[in-house]
């Protein structure tokens, strides 16, 4: 009887201890994505280069490792560490003005030797982290405002110290940090409207006095897609033949003619997606867009489950984040909108990016063990 008992006991015993991790299906959606994105950099290695694989599979596993070790900490320690955070990262894009590495024009990377860090994306970490800390405090159902004030100070500093690198598509990620920040903090409609009508505004001073030629060609593009196919429409142009390309199953890893013959621009970064598209076709693609979408979820009634305001605001902010760019980078693909730099959050390549929007979603992840009583 005793030796039954034991046999019995040990399923429940090892499905506690995998639940102990977290949240399982926030887990299965990240693994998932991320192993896309190694498959699809295998695909693509021909014609990028095979160093591009290797290095991504070590950002993964550190993504991962630091994944689980958010998740071990309590939402309340990472609430505490949040002023101490976003001081480290404000300071450490001061120091990429005057220390960092210059890549296409930008001053935005600390290199040693091949690795290179992006201070920003740590940056927006930390940004999400103090905004979530901030509307914990605040006990208003409405903002006042003094809030409203350090809500525009504690996204603006980083944005501001982004562009001047300048990176307008890095600065551009904050901004759904803000209104989602504004948002769950209760901000007035007439607020709203005046910002409504400021954002207009300034859209059309940045239109007439801030846009370069180049950049303007390419919101006018979408607008007209044969505008300028082989200049400021050629990327939007080969992205959507390669995705059209991929068909219903796609053409195989490492076949497809637009990103074999590189036809496809920046098939790693900002138009991964496409590559995606174009090697396994309409099942592959949505296979990954019910990925994000699980993901998405999973965030989601981690806010609704949540027992104080942090427990709320942290996902959300988060959830607003990923889906903003999500959103951005498929409707760049798709020739929707504007080529803008704004990669795929874990599926395009880029370290800094993978390891801070895993270390992201494990504070989240330690939401549900705190819940779970799992710490």
């Given amino acids: 009887m005793r030796s039954v008992r034991v046999r019995s006991e040990e399923p429940e015993l090892r499905l506690k201890s ?7 299906w926030l887990f299965f959606a990240l693994i998932s994505i991320l192993g896309a994105s190694l498959a699809n950099l295998f695909g693509v290695s021909a014609s990028m280069g095979g160093g591009l694989l290797l290095r991504q599979a070590l950002f993964s596993a550190v993504g991962m490792l630091l994944f689980l070790a958010a998740s071990l900490l309590r939402p309340e320690v990472w609430r505490r560490m949040a002023p ?6 404000l300071l450490s894009l001061v120091a990429v003005l005057f220390l960092g590495s210059v890549r296409s024009g930008t001053r935005g990377w600390f290199a040693f030797g091949p690795l290179t860090i992006q201070p920003a994306e740590f940056a927006r970490l930390t940004t999400l982290l103090i905004l979530a800390a901030f509307l914990h405090r605040v006990e208003d159902v409405r903002l006042r405002g003094r809030d409203f004030l350090m809500l525009l100070l504690l996204v603006g500093i980083p944005m501001a110290l982004i562009l001047l690198q300048p990176d307008f598509g890095v600065a551009l990620t904050f901004a759904p940090l803000l209104i989602g920040a ?4 209760g901000l007035p409609r007439r607020v709203w409207v005046a910002l409504v009508v400021i954002a207009l505004l300034g859209a059309g001073v940045t239109w007439l006095r801030v846009l370069k030629p180049y950049q303007k060609e390419r919101v006018l593009t979408v607008l007209d897609p044969d505008r300028d196919p082989f200049g400021a429409g050629y990327q939007g142009r080969q992205s959507r033949i390669a995705v059209g390309s991929g068909g219903l199953m796609g053409q195989g890893l490492g076949q497809g003619s637009q990103s074999v013959l590189r036809f496809l621009p920046a098939q790693h970064t900002d138009f991964a997606f496409a590559a995606w598209a174009e090697a396994t076709g309409f099942a592959g693609a949505g296979l990954l867009l019910a990925a994000y979408g699980l993901l998405f979820w999973r965030i989601g009634l981690m806010a609704w489950r949540a027992e104080d305001r942090f427990g709320v605001m942290l996902p959300l902010l988060t959830l607003g984040w990923v889906a903003f760019q999500f959103l951005i980078n498929v409707g760049m693909i798709l020739g929707w909108l504007p080529t803008t730099g704004i990669t795929l959050p874990l599926f395009s390549y880029g370290g800094s990016s993978l390891v801070t929007s895993c270390a992201t979603l494990g504070m989240v992840n330690a939401l549900w063990r705190s819940r779970m009583d799992f710490s």
């Fill in 18 to 24: 995998l639940r102990s991790l977290g949240d399982p």
């Fill in 84 to 89: 101490s955070l976003y001081g480290l990262g």
């Fill in 182 to 185: 504004l948002w769950l903090g």
